[in-house]
């Protein structure tokens, strides 16, 4: 945009110039003519003025051979003057006009700016019209010729971030931003300075983290991918090898989802079975052996069987397989892989495959409708539960800490709490029950749960559970046993096998569970 200006400047000055010279040629020739009309700059000014504005009064007209060719260059330069300041004029208007228009007149509506305009910004844009009834959709870039035009309402404007902000004048609800191209926080010129911006800002990235700065928060496309997976196709109780084929971004992604939220029974029986380079993750998280058997069955543990062969070598654990994830980075690879498997190899489970693109009578997921939603980026529901237990804690407990002073890993610990919420509903009201986290479902689990602790021994499970999962989480992060809780060594004496807990530590479980109805009173 700046650059296009640069050239009109320049286009301007030079027409200026040339029009300057053909002036004075004009009245150099015609002022020692006894018949001519044209006697001064003034008159050889107005006469360019008629000529080009093409309404020739034929009040002046030149009388020498110059006159007639510069009136000529007037005569047809006025032509192409006229097209392109009528062509300017219609492109001002549909590129910058109008868009400014429609900006001051939904001034009070919810404006969601997307960076660029693609097939996964087009999918979240329709997604976030589907929630918001007053939303109003900007593009930060310009429309061109060759775009299509989506059917519904939105601008296409060329314009800063902050220049955007500023015209809706603090009316309404706070901007949110999108910048869903990868590290585009980075690398894309829109987005300097936007820390300092009166809006919510969500951006891509690879890194995995989720904060930034105070108004800008880090999603990653892979966990987006992965949380959407577990939440369609959850762990059921009868699966108990699990077979992950491809461990890059996506795959290591889908495995940590599983080891912080694939709690679903206390017998702890699953086994996971990791296709790819796992050197890196096993290196980043070198406490896990706590909570898990790592290559070799445990008993009351769930196992991590990370093979350094390829999987096409693993006929038998392919066979036993209750179900098969393809989830290489590459897509046409994971495409590969399942035909392969289709067609060489004998299995009884489900195949998964991560995909973009479909197909009639295979199960794929990954799709930009799964991704590009607003509660999978903003998150909105999760980390508003995150939240809400953390407020429900500090009513409790006098010294605890407000939502925004908590560090990262303790506001990671309550969302990763959240997360596992579908997974008690389910426990607590069947596998097949809808695991919405509404008022309704919530009430529904507490009221199970008030029944099933009157059972000691479904309590017992029932704590087992949530200690279980309270282990994975922290052994992730590489915490360890310890007699005294310690951030700064990540120790704490509830890492251990829930058989060595007082029952004082086994009670402490009792109130991930009664969050449910707290929550639900809330909801």
């Known amino acids: 945009m700046k650059r296009s200006r640069k050239y009109l400047l320049l286009s301007i000055m030079v027409f200026i110039m040339i029009y300057s010279v053909l002036i004075l040629i004009l009245y150099a020739s015609e002022r020692n003519n006894p018949a001519s009309e044209i006697d001064s700059i003034g008159d050889a000014l107005w006469f360019s003025i008629v000529t080009f ?221 990791i296709f790819g380079d796992s050197e890196r993750f096993r290196q980043l998280h070198t406490n896990l052996d706590i909570a898990f058997g790592i290559n070799k069955r445990r008993e009351g543990h769930d196992s991590l069987y990370f093979h350094e062969e390829d999987w096409t070598s693993a006929r038998d654990i392919i066979a036993s397989a209750d179900r098969i994830i393809i989830c290489e980075d590459d897509e046409e690879a994971g495409w590969d892989d399942m035909w392969m498997i289709k067609r060489y190899y004998k299995t009884r489970g489900r195949i998964d495959l991560r995909s973009n693109r479909p197909a009639p009578g295979l199960s794929t997921f990954g799709t930009n409708e799964e991704i590009f939603t607003v509660n999978q980026i903003v998150r909105a529901r999760l980390n508003d539960a995150a939240r809400l237990m953390n407020d429900l804690y500090r009513q409790s407990v006098e010294e605890s800490l407000d939502w925004d002073e908590l560090s990262d890993q303790l506001q990671q610990s309550k969302i990763a709490t959240a997360d596992h919420l579908p997974v008690k509903i389910r426990i607590l009201l069947g596998e097949n029950a809808a695991a919405n986290i509404n008022s309704k479902t919530l009430r529904n689990s507490y009221r199970a749960f008030r029944a099933a602790r009157k059972d000691s021994s479904v309590l017992n499970d029932l704590r087992k559970i949530e200690h279980a999962r309270w282990v994975r989480f922290y052994t992730y992060y590489n915490w360890s046993y310890g007699e005294n809780t310690d951030d700064v060594l990540r120790e704490d004496p509830k890492i251990c096998d829930f058989e060595e807990l007082n029952e004082e530590q086994k009670a402490y479980y009792d109130r991930a569970w009664e969050l449910l109805g707290e929550i639900g009173r809330h909801n």
Not at 99 to 116: E, G, Q, S, V
Not at 145 to 154: A, G, I, R, S
Not at 184 to 199: F, Q, R, T, V
Not at 256 to 261: F, G, N, P, Q, V
């Open 53 to 273: 504005s093409t309404v020739g009064y034929g009040d002046m007209t030149p009388k020498t051979p110059m006159g007639y060719f510069v009136g000529t260059v007037f005569l047809f330069t006025s032509m192409g003057l006229l097209v392109a300041l009528i062509g300017y004029v219609v492109s001002f208007m549909a590129n910058e006009g109008l868009p400014l228009l429609k900006l001051r007149t939904h001034r009070y509506d919810n404006w969601y700016y997307l960076a660029d305009f693609t097939p996964e910004s087009d999918t979240l844009a329709r997604d976030i019209l589907s929630e918001d009834d007053d939303a109003f959709i900007i593009y930060g870039i310009r429309k061109d010729e060759e775009l299509e035009n989506p059917d519904y309402p939105c601008v296409f404007i060329n314009d800063s971030p902050a220049r955007i902000v500023s015209r809706k004048k603090g009316k309404g609800e706070e901007c949110k931003l999108f910048f869903l191209r990868e590290n585009d926080i980075g690398s894309n010129l829109k987005a300097i300075h936007i820390e300092d911006l009166p809006a919510s800002i969500y951006a891509s990235t690879v890194s995995g983290a989720e904060r930034m700065s105070g108004n800008i928060h880090l999603f990653h496309i892979c966990d987006c991918c992965a949380r959407s997976y577990w939440k369609e196709h959850p762990l059921r109780s009868a699966e108990n090898d699990i077979v992950i084929i491809g461990f890059g971004n996506y795959g290591t992604a889908l495995l940590e989802r599983a080891i912080l939220t694939n709690i679903v029974d206390p017998y702890f029986d699953v086994n996971y079975h």
